[in-house]
């Protein structure tokens, strides 16, 4: 029993010294959440402007040893830097709609998140943090990417 106590603190141990983060639980055996966003993210548009809707497309590989079960693990984003001189509001960019893994994501195996969002009504670019969760706690490394709002030439 004291040598699983030490194995165990060994894992938490380690499972906090490298770069990006992970979350060691206890199911029926213990495992690790991690996972790896693609740097790659997919937009419904190739261009983007105010005040529009779009869908993006975000696929995240499980990394860890835990099975990220049906609805377990969802994808956040959330803005890092607005345009200069802009107003950066909260809610800008940040989904409509979240979506959460829609079935069971084995080690290895690759899930795509979408999520619905309006162009924001200030034109620039805008840093976006992509950061994948579980039980409302971070894991994996984070993702930054920069889009760009354009003025719509139809309106």
């Known amino acids: 029993m004291k040598g699983k106590f030490i194995w165990l603190l060994f894992l938490l141990v380690i499972s906090y010294q490298g770069n990006s983060q992970t979350i060691t639980v206890k199911k029926t055996c213990e495992c690790t959440y991690d996972g790896s966003i ?44 607005c345009p200069s001189g802009s107003v950066c509001q909260r809610d800008e960019l940040i989904p409509s709609r979240w979506t959460k893994n829609d079935r069971d994501i084995i080690h290895g195996y690759t899930e795509e998140f979408v999520y619905d969002f309006e162009g924001p009504s200030y034109l620039g670019k805008y ?29």
Not at 128 to 150: R, S
């Open 127 to 155: 840093n976006l943090v992509y950061q994948l969760y579980y039980m409302g706690k971070p894991f994996g490394d984070a993702i930054q990417t920069t889009i760009e709002i354009l003025d719509d030439p139809n309106k």
């Open 38 to 81: 693609s740097s790659t993210i997919r937009f419904s548009n190739s261009k983007l402007y105010e005040k529009k809707a779009y869908k993006a497309y975000v696929k995240a590989e499980n990394t860890g040893t835990c099975i990220w079960g049906d609805g377990e693990v969802e994808l956040r984003v959330r803005i890092s830097r």
